[in-house]
């Protein structure tokens, strides 16, 4: 039987937390669409680490330091993954041309809804685990794969224009050709259209409901407690617009990190796969996921990429590389 440390008050008063927090981001400090300089991406940043932080401390005190521990862990595991999310955001944006301004308010609603989706991969996965043992094996097994083929393929190419997401939208709606400002519908002849920012949400959310299929159960392997997983995961996706803002500009620097996170999943995988045999200590599996995570970062800035010899070839990769066009077709064949 799974325990939880969450009470309905304390779901249903971190919910309605996270809610306000989204409401007044969104209603008061970005009502006006603008561009996300790196000086104001840093103070958010370190607005959601330390409101992450604080919460963390929080824990500690109520729920002891294994429960604590558990969350700066979950919530470590899930932080590295989210900028794995960002070499894939940059891929769609780029794709779309997305201008500056609007970036942000795509990623807000694109965080909402990873909110909903991952309380729904976060209720259906406890509860399969509560039920069958066995789950236990597949979501290790999981890990252990999706790190292996990370580890054996770290630029995997992203082709946003195969996104099933992207089809369904076309196929209901008619598209503008144009963005129409930061809306993602207008009303033309009495007739409801969607713009090409929708499309591009649309990708975003498709896009993060196969991210959570990694990330959720890599928090599994470290708490089986709903509340803990609910909450690590969703404070550092709080903090993803602000991180994607400030990495931007040099993600490509980090070209060792899927090397760290491939072998974050590989050891979170294998760890509940021996889970009977062997339980891994809280501050072990800490230390070795920071340890990865620092390790991989440190030896991307120490020994930086190469120069590319020659161009690069057609097709975007998780890398950030733009999709070239085709001969004769305008760079945005995106937006058509």
Not at 34 to 54: D, K, M
Not at 184 to 202: D, E, I, K, S, W
Not at 268 to 274: A, D, P, R, T
């Amino acid at each position: 039987m799974i325990e939880s440390v969450g009470t309905p008050w304390l779901w249903g008063g971190f919910t309605l937390f996270v809610l306000a927090m989204l409401a007044l981001d969104l209603g008061v400090f970005h009502r006006t669409a603008h561009v996300i300089g790196p000086r104001e991406a840093l103070g958010w940043s370190v607005f959601w680490i330390a409101l992450a932080l604080v919460f963390n401390a929080g824990v500690f005190r109520w729920f002891g330091p294994e429960r604590g521990l558990e969350f700066l862990t979950g919530y470590l595991i899930e932080k590295a993954l989210s900028v794995d999310n960002i070499f894939v955001f940059l891929v769609i944006f780029s794709y779309f041309a997305v201008p500056g301004a609007y970036r942000h308010r795509v990623l807000f609603w694109g965080v909402l809804g990873a909110i909903v989706f991952r309380v729904i991969f976060i209720v259906l996965g406890a509860a399969l685990l509560a039920v069958f043992h066995w789950v236990v094996y597949v979501f290790g097994g999981l890990l252990v794969v999706t790190g292996v083929k990370l580890l054996r393929s770290p630029d995997q190419e992203v082709h946003p224009e195969r996104n099933p997401a992207l089809r369904l939208v076309r196929r209901l709606l008619p598209v503008t050709a144009t963005y129409e400002g930061p809306r993602f519908f207008v009303r033309r002849g009495g007739r409801l259209y969607a713009t090409p920012l929708l499309l591009v949400l649309a990708v975003v959310e498709a896009t993060d409901i196969v991210f959570a299929i990694d990330s959720i159960p890599a928090i599994f392997a470290v708490t089986t407690d709903p509340f803990i997983v609910y909450t690590s995961n969703i404070f550092a996706i709080l903090g993803l617009r602000a991180l994607f803002f400030l990495l931007a500009g040099f993600i490509e620097r980090f070209h060792y990190l899927k090397v760290g996170l491939a072998l974050v999943l590989m050891f979170v995988g294998m760890k509940m796969i021996g889970s009977e045999v062997y339980t891994i200590p809280i501050g072990l599996s800490l230390a070795v996921v920071a340890g990865l995570i620092g390790g991989s970062v440190v030896f991307s800035l120490r020994r930086p990429p190469a120069a590319p010899a020659t161009p690069a070839p057609a097709g975007a990769t998780a890398s950030g590389a733009r999709r070239a066009p085709r001969a004769g077709a305008p760079a945005e064949d995106g937006l058509q």
